[in-house]
């Protein structure tokens, strides 16, 4: 999927690179708009030769070697999982927290809800055996300092250097600590005091590599609990970080990529230069990848409300596009931690085509997921020592995958060796047959990732029906029929990019920097102090965008507020128009306030008699980046022979559940205005279309693939005919 470009096309190539759970994806673009996908092994053990040999695959369908692929590279986007598996394994930095004295055990206390962050229904039911995450920085390494600033920002009581000193010093030569994490009492409103407390960590230790994090350049939020994990969890990440790109970044260097080439995803949906990053921000830059590529897709399909699935090898990731807008998380969740960085909100299950099933010795019933094979060992079918049923080995047998095609050919599958597996660890402890237990494993799985759709869709304040779906990830494409068809949506897109579609989306990401910041007002608003706090924070990131390069009047802005009716909890995320606020403007924002709160809560759910407060505020400062073409083709008729490879024997559960002949299509031959019938399966390089008995496809102007039930497939053809 994808077309070889010119390996001299003038602005030199661009380059986006996502390492998943189990596959590291690459996409290459050239100036001339032509865009060419491959993937590659993840590498566990050292992410970075995953990615150098994403980047030989890549070199290698463009028919030249990697450093010549580099050399003609003018820049490098890099979406990694890096931070999250330090996360998830805890292997990280070891943590030192500084925070005022007497509060040592806010993060141990940590609000009610942290006691379940980060689990799933089934979970939370079983409250005995509910216990609360594991912390970043152990209750040892904590230690208060004397000083006292209150919520006006007001100094109560002035920092005691001397015992600050002695408590920096207990932190780094009595517990050997290499990290440290500064969060003290309201530093959002005033952060003298923070500020102080690093460069007394300098000055002490100016030859030692201490990664040290102030709340106040992370997150100057008011939320202690959130505040303090986000502190500590970019000094647990940091040098972690660092190390990765420092190494990466040598052996690019050392192939020829020029010296500025190398840009880093953020989960915001932007990349920055390395020096520009924050550990912290690189969580969630993978699937982040995937929705900038869908919001640019939407924008030239014509789709404003968008559901996206991402099913990968380790992971099934869904979030939205609602009226071309992307959901935000104030207060995302990442490996439990509650955190304070403004990311692109994107949920997660472990359902990927890694993702174990297995009978619960119990209850006797088949369980799938979360925990996954990843690329090390994988699945059985790889024939990597990997013992464990997954996803992909009940696909194999299904007849979904064909073994010999794998990767385009490159890694041939032992289909009878999952038959084994299946049979001695599924089929016989619950009487099934072979094939049975295979089906009940694509089921089981496909059920998990509706309800995270349908649950997703239903916190927005609407119906699945209401969107189009995108489907991509290696995995997707062979369950979104499934999974569409059970949530009841018409139309169902996978891409020529599909297979690597976040690294597509890493690609074609621009330059973004982001400040969140809590601004308390309360109606009827100060317009003109807000204003000037918007300002203020845009003319610090002008700054920040001059160190990326970009001229002022190459920066768009973008504001949010955070709005709430007084004394509720929880807030409204509101895009506002950039210009200069006036108190002409107020009444505006109030109504947009409203009326997105009807969207998420239903009619007559506002209460503007209570009055309205202002909590935070965002501003995001956007340099443009180049971006991909998407060519378009005319149409050329409906017969799709030319594309037929034969037929298989798959497992389908229409009108009679059973293995079926499914004629075999090579996507590659498949032309605009193609159509297909099921039961069918459409075969990719990277991926495989499973188009079931009640579902067809059409191949649009683009080459997308739309997969569309039959009462939706009759509609849009009667659409066409106008």
Known sequence: MGKKVSGKSQGGFIIGIDTGGTFTDVTVLSADGGVVINKSATTPGDFSSGVMNALQVAAESLGMDRASLLR????????????????????????????????????FIMRAVGRVDGLDDSEIRHVTKVTKPDPMVARRDVRGVFERIDFRGR??????????????????????????????????????????????????????????????????????????????ANSFLARTIRDYVGELTRRLHGEGLRSEGVMMMQGNGGIVRPEEMTAVGTLQSGPAGGMIATQYVAGRLGHENVITTDMGGTSFDVGLLTRGDLHYAREPIVERARLLQPLIEVESIGAGGGTIARVDPITRRLLVGPASAGADP???????????????????????????YFLGGRRKLDKAAAEEAIRTQIAEPLGLTTVDAAAGIYDVINSKMSDLIRKQVARSGS??????????????????????????????YVFPTSPAFSAFGVASANVIHTVLRTSLYTAPVDIESLDGDLEAIERNLAEVMARENFAASKVTFRRTLYMRYTRQTNDVELQIPHRRLTRRDLPEIERMFNAKYEVLYGAGSTHSQAGIEVMAVSVDAIGSTPKPQLPRS????????????????????????????????????????????????????????????????????????????????RTHQRGSRK
């Open 463 to 492: 119906t699945p029906e209401e969107y189009t779906m995108y489907a991509f990830g290696g995995a997707g494409p062979v369950h979104a029929a499934a999974y569409g068809a059970d949530l009841g949506v018409e139309r169902i």
């Open 72 to 107: 003609q590279t003018a820049v490098l986007k890099h979406g990694t999982t890096v931070a999250t598996n330090a996360m998830i394994t805890r292997t990280g930095s070891k943590v030192g927290l500084l925070t005022t004295k007497g509060h040592e055990d806010a993060a």
């Open 155 to 232: 100094v109560l009581a002035p920092l005691d250097e001397a015992d600050a000193r002695r408590a920096i010093a207990a932190l780094v030569d009595e517990c050997g600590v290499d990290a440290i994490a500064v969060c003290l009492l309201f530093s959002w409103k005033n952060p003298a005091h923070e500020k102080r407390l690093v460069e007394l960590v300098r000055e002490m230790y100016p030859q030692r590599d201490i990664a040290v994090t102030a709340s106040h350049t992370i997150a100057p939020v008011a939320g202690e609990y959130a505040r303090i994990n986000t502190t500590v």
């Open 634 to 713: 005319k149409k050329d008729g409906a017969s799709a022979a030319r594309a037929r490879k034969g037929k298989r024997r798959a497992f389908f559960t229409g009108s009679q559940r059973g293995f079926r002949d499914a004629t075999i299509y090579d996507y590659g031959l498949l032309r605009p205005g193609n159509r297909i019938t099921g039961p069918s399966i459409i075969e990719t390089p990277f991926t495989t279309v499973v188009v079931p008995e009640n579902v067809g496809a059409e191949i649009d102007e683009y080459r997308n693939i739309i997969l569309l039930p039959r009462q939706a497939q």
């Open 378 to 404: 994988g699945p059985v079918a790889y024939r990597m020592g990997g013992r464990a049923v997954t996803v992909t080995d009940a696909n194999i047998v299904l007849g979904y995958i064909d073994p010999d």
